[in-house]
């Protein structure tokens, strides 16, 4: 089972970036799938979940709005399209199955600064 992320980045607030989980060793369509981030070293955050075998997806009320979460079968990948980016977003993001956070990725960090 591995994760991978990517789709990081510098950007300025009110940008938009597209981060990309790809799956191997799994079908992300068969689990819930989160997406968490961590900021300077504290805690993870939770961000947003989609449901296993559907498009039902819940967020966070600081993102509500802002990001979508989705899930390609065929890639095998999970994705969170993040637009309207505050400074409070940066930090690095991280997907797992919701129920094994300990599956996460490496990660991939998100700045958002003018």
């Known amino acids: 089972v591995q994760l991978v992320e990517s789709g990081g980045g510098l950007v300025q607030p009110g940008g938009s970036l597209r981060l990309a989980c790809v799956a191997s060793?799994?079908?992300?369509?068969?689990?819930?799938m989160t997406w968490v981030r961590q900021a300077r070293g504290n805690r993870f955050d939770w961000v947003a979940t989609?449901?296993?075998?559907?498009?039902?997806?819940a967020y966070a009320d600081s993102v509500k709005g802002r990001f979508t979460i989705t899930r390609d079968d065929v890639e095998n990948t999970v994705y969170l399209q993040m637009t309207r980016l505050k400074p409070d977003d940066s930090g690095v993001y991280y997907c797992?199955?919701?129920?094994?956070?300990?599956?996460r990725g490496q990660g991939t960090q998100v700045t958002v600064s003018s």
């Open positions: 989609i449901a296993s075998g559907s498009d039902d997806s």
């Open positions: 797992h199955p919701k129920f094994d956070p300990a599956r």
């Open positions: 060793g799994f079908q992300v369509r068969g689990v819930d």
